[in-house]
């Protein structure tokens, strides 16, 4: 696909005939022709050529891919196996849940919108999910203009599911990145960096030009006044050059010109020796448009991060967690009613990335004397303990905690505690 059918206007010298006042005038410069907004443009000059968007796109989807997930029932507490996980870890007989998830992250950063499919069984309870390709679903619309229902399919096969206007349930699941012109569609990612990739790939193609001219600026032949050139002669002279002296393979090769003729090198123009900080310039664009710090994408110029393991931590503080909690939220709403009330939510402690910080938060929150019980849980991201124990000062039940512990005999076990007090001191800690 072309991308820049033209730059600017080729200006053709007037004739010295031709009035000062017409040579003087500027051709007005056209609009530059961008890649066409669509699903399958973006999926060809974005992610199939695009190495600084693709490579954005799969740090995105391979951090939320290899995440772990928790669950929790109706009441808040944490369940170590569970149908509504398992599902989650196993979504379908093709895909492994971090397959599932990559999948389902790259079509809506592509599309910005994603449609997955409940699969029931016995009992209407989930047995199976899918994730669909977006550019083959359509939302059908109610006279109230909400989905009434979703359209799959490609040509004449096309499977239609309904969805109640009202409380919108449905065996389909919607997902939107906000649009301000849609409200049943999304704005993807790569649509606001659609400039900085165009520019990016016409950089590109611009290097393998040069490349292939052996890697320096063109010329021009020249002749004499009085030298003449038929057009037979003009076309074997040009087919001669393309075939013996254009290319890498050709580089020095030596030009022998007859009939008077000269050969006048043309040097690189200011812009051209910048077209190396234009590419870099669109590839900082693009990762700012997927909210991936250049660092992490090997793109040289100004860092916002000292080092990379900042760089790490802003993505995935500022990128990965946000929209894994999205899509976490999304799932639950669309669930979790089916799995009796309980919902999933991603085990951020097993993410390498943030596990310094989050540290120093639990070293910050077990030493504060001021904040409640249940206010340090919900800072480690545990549920809530009910009353009295939850609603207890840290400081206190740090002194209860110490009030009741005793030696311990030869096996390491405490004497004289009181059973009930250690598993709610423990609980109180975050610890289940």
């Known amino acids: ?52 968007a693709y490579q954005a796109i799969r740090k995105i989807a391979d951090s939320i891919g290899a995440m772990n997930w928790k669950a ?3 009441s808040g507490l944490h369940v170590k196996t569970h149908p509504f996980l398992a599902l989650i870890e196993k979504p379908n007989p093709w895909q492994s849940g971090a397959e599932w998830w990559r999948a389902k992250i790259s079509y809506l950063l592509l599309e910005g919108q994603g449609f997955d499919e409940c699969v029931r069984g016995s009992g209407q309870t989930p047995v199976e999910l899918w994730t669909l390709r977006p550019d083959r679903m359509t939302v059908k619309l109610a006279p109230t203009g ?14 239609f599911y309904p969805a109640d206007p009202q409380t919108g349930k449905s065996d389909i699941r919607h997902v939107m990145l906000f649009d301000p012109l849609n409200e049943w569609s999304g704005q993807s990612p790569i649509e606001a960096a659609a400039y900085g990739i165009d520019q990016h790939n016409e950089c590109m193609k611009w290097q393998q030009a040069l490349i292939q001219n052996s890697a320096r600026p063109s010329g021009a032949m020249m002749m004499d006044k009085e030298t003449t050139m038929s057009d037979e002669q003009f076309q074997r002279l040009r087919d001669e050059v393309e075939q013996n002296f254009s290319g890498a393979a050709n580089a020095g090769r030596p030009m022998l010109l007859e009939g008077g003729m000269k050969w006048q090198a043309m040097s690189f123009s200011p812009a051209d020796m910048d077209i190396l900080e234009q590419k870099n310039s669109a590839a900082r664009d693009i990762s700012l448009g997927f909210g991936v710090p250049p660092l992490l ?20 503080e500022d990128t990965v967690i946000p929209l894994a909690n999205m899509l976490a939220q999304e799932l639950n709403y669309w669930l979790s009613e089916d799995f009796g009330g309980t919902t999933i939510k991603p085990d951020y402690d097993s993410i390498e990335a943030i596990a310094e910080k989050r540290m120093q ?16 849980r919900e800072l480690k991201g545990y549920p809530a303990l009910p009353p009295p124990l939850g609603n207890m000062l840290m400081a206190d039940l740090r002194s209860s905690r110490r009030g009741h512990m005793s030696p311990k005999d030869e096996n390491g076990v405490e004497q004289g505690v009181d059973p009930s007090d250690k598993v709610l001191g423990e609980l109180a800690y975050g610890k289940e």
């Open 72 to 74: 929790f029932d109706a």
């Open 361 to 376: 938060l639990w070293e910050m929150v077990d030493a504060s004397d001021e904040i409640t019980v249940n206010e340090a």
């Open 297 to 316: 994408l090997n793109i040289p110029g100004d860092n916002t991060y000292s080092n990379y393991r900042e760089a790490r931590l802003g993505f995935f």
């Open 1 to 52: 696909m072309k991308l820049f059918s033209r730059l600017f206007s080729t200006a053709i010298a007037p004739e010295t005939k031709t009035s000062r006042a017409y040579a003087a005038a500027y051709y007005e410069v056209p609009d530059a022709v961008w890649s066409p907004r669509t699903y399958e443009s973006f999926s060809k000059e974005g992610y199939k050529i695009n190495v600084v």
């Open 146 to 159: 909400v989905p009434r229902g979703y359209e799959y399919g490609a040509g004449k096969n096309k499977l």
